[in-house]
T-cell receptor, first 118, second 116 residues
Framework: AQKVTQAQTEISVVEKEDVTLDCVYE???????LFWYKQPPSGELVFLIR??????QNEISGRYSWNFQKSTSSFNFTITASQVVDSAVYFC???????????????FGKGMKLTVNP | DTAVSQTPKYLVTQMGNDKSIKCEQNLGHDTMYWYKQDSKKFLKIMFSYNNKELIINETVPNRFSPKSPDKAHLNLHINSLELGDSAVYFC???????????????FGPGTRLTVL
């Protein structure tokens, strides 16, 4: 069965610190997708990134970067120079995109609450 | 323009009542989902529909009945509400890309259901 583990439940940092959110996944599939979503205090779920299992290149988007390592089944997320607006719950998720009948199932980690203090 | 919308945003009701949550997407996607987020923030899929057809049903009590009148709408009806049904319910949609995989799921704003 697919599983996503976010070992950290809560992290508190001071503004401008770098912070890394860990994500470890388990799957028997060779083709799969990994995601990060952000849930700010307002409650909506905001898509951050989608990465397929064949693309192990790291990705950078502004202050955000992602490190995908298939050998350790990890997809870690780093925020550089954190800001107060980064305070949110962050979810890592894994999908099996080829469910018969046309659907996709996202399995979420338990989420990690990041608090960035001024 | 709102991509995935849900109504109502808040729903407070008594145990034993029946209630519905509506979801609409204007993205032209063919697949829609319901997720439940419990008090510990854990998100779990409940159902998915593809072109009005039920695809995923994740051992949800049969008091929960999704209905998809067309591919832009997926409503969730809950009978005989229980205290444990209190949660935030998220609707989402996605679209299969050419060749099979799906794009990311777009989530609605959530409906906070409180059962008293």
């Amino acid at each position: 069965a697919q599983k996503v583990t976010q070992a950290q439940t809560e992290i508190s940092v001071v503004e401008k610190e770098d912070v890394t959110l860990d994500c470890v996944y388990e799957t028997r599939d060779t083709t799969y997708y990994l995601f990060w979503y952000k849930q700010p205090p307002s409650g909506e779920l905001v898509f951050l990134i989608r990465r397929n299992s064949f693309d192990e290149q790291n990705e950078i988007s502004g202050r955000y970067s992602w490190n995908f390592q298939k050998s350790t089944s990890s997809f870690n997320f780093t925020i550089t120079a954190s800001q107060v607006v980064d305070s949110a719950v962050y979810f890592c998720a894994l999908s099996d995109p080829y469910i018969q009948g046309g659907s996709e199932k996202l399995v979420f980690g338990k989420g990690m609450k990041l608090t960035v203090n001024p | 323009d709102t991509a995935v919308s849900q109504t109502p945003k808040y729903l407070v009701t008594q145990m034993g009542n029946d209630k519905s949550i509506k979801c609409e997407q204007n993205l032209g996607h063919d697949t829609m989902y319901w997720y439940k987020q419990d008090s510990k923030k854990f998100l779990k899929i409940m159902f998915s529909y593809n072109n009005k057809e039920l695809i995923i049903n994740e051992t949800v009590p049969n008091r929960f009945s999704p209905k998809s009148p067309d591919k832009a709408h997926l409503n969730l009806h809950i009978n005989s509400l229980e205290l444990g049904d209190s949660a935030v319910y998220f609707c989402a949609s996605s679209q299969a890309l050419a060749g099979g995989p799906y794009n990311e799921q777009f989530f609605g704003p959530g409906t906070r259901l409180t059962v008293l």
